[in-house]
């Protein structure tokens, strides 16, 4: 009788949980699916119909033709791709080598050293608005791309410089100073020992960094004023003030600018879960 009793709470346990999780999925869905649906409609179509009903004809391509023309994004999608890409490389170089001083080699006041690069993600990016705004336009890199990448590759290194730090923190020392008693330098240790052995980390930083930098707004509207630098999402805000309210063109452009950061995610999901994985420590 008891178990019969543990069989059937474990049946209804089970139940809720699956119930529960579907309708958190759906949830979650929902407006993806209904953009998507949105996309496809033309713009009458989205105006004489619900937006959750399936729509009747194929105008994505057409609708995205039109983001094109008329919104000219992908002069702001290749903005953005290049702050990713550089931003991303720079912070991870940085954040590595930082995370490696700071944990192997061990300078005087290393703990200190890391505290002060990890305090700037303390403090809410609005803070930083007024000053970076004045330094921006007295070096003269206000409205320009280097300044971007620079901006976003510093912006991103304090929290990757946490990350690296929890992952050197779990490596043996035995293979520093087998490589010391050998007579390699640090710079070698470095790149010959322990950079062959960052993928997860590396991949979780990319990630994570990445899709920050591709969905920047904030930075986008106040350090850019012309459309040959400022990034993808900016761009999308901009339209949608223009155009006659176009929702359908609008929605396509959206998911355009959604493929990156899915592609990234599909590219890199096998490291990013075992570099989650990874127990960072302070």
């Known amino acids: ?61 057409n609708n995205l033709a039109e983001v094109f023309k008329y919104y000219r994004l992908q002069i702001n999608f290749f903005n953005s791709f290049l702050y990713t890409v550089f931003g991303v490389l ?53 409205n320009t791309k280097i300044g971007m990448i620079l901006l976003y590759a510093s912006i991103c290194t304090p929290f990757a410089t946490f990350l690296y730090r929890g992952f050197f923190l779990g490596m043996d020392d035995q293979v520093k100073e087998a490589a010391m008693i050998d007579g390699c330098s ?29 969905n920047d707004l904030l930075f986008g509207m106040i350090l850019s004023s012309s459309e040959k630098v400022r990034p993808i999402m900016v761009a999308v805000a901009q339209s949608t003030g223009t155009g006659g309210g176009k929702i359908p063109v609008m929605m396509a452009g959206v998911i355009f600018t959604s493929i990156p950061t899915i592609a990234l995610f599909i590219a890199l999901r096998k490291y990013f879960i075992k570099g989650y994985s990874i127990q960072t420590k302070i």
């Not at 958190?24 to 179509?45: D, Q, R």
């Not at 240790?189 to 591709?214: C, D, E, N």
């Open 1 to 61: 009788m008891q178990e019969q009793n543990y069989r059937i709470h474990k049946i209804l346990t089970r139940t809720f949980t699956y119930v529960f999780l579907i309708v958190l999925c759906a949830v979650w869905l929902l407006p993806v699916v209904s953009t998507l649906m949105v996309a496809f409609k033309t713009t009458n179509e989205y105006i004489t119909t619900k937006f959750y009903q399936l729509p009747k004809g194929f105008e994505f391509f």
């Open 90 to 142: 720079i912070c991870i170089f940085f954040s590595s080598t930082a995370a490696f001083a700071v944990t192997k080699l061990k300078p005087k006041g290393s703990f200190l050293i890391f505290l002060i690069i990890y305090s700037g993600t303390v403090f809410p990016f609005q803070l930083y608005l007024i000053p970076l705004l004045r330094t921006y336009n007295f070096l003269h890199l206000y």
């Open 186 to 214: 640090p710079v070698g240790m470095f790149f010959r020992i322990y950079l062959p052995q960052l993928a997860a980390p590396t991949a979780v930083v990319t990630l994570f960094q990445g899709m920050w930098i591709w």
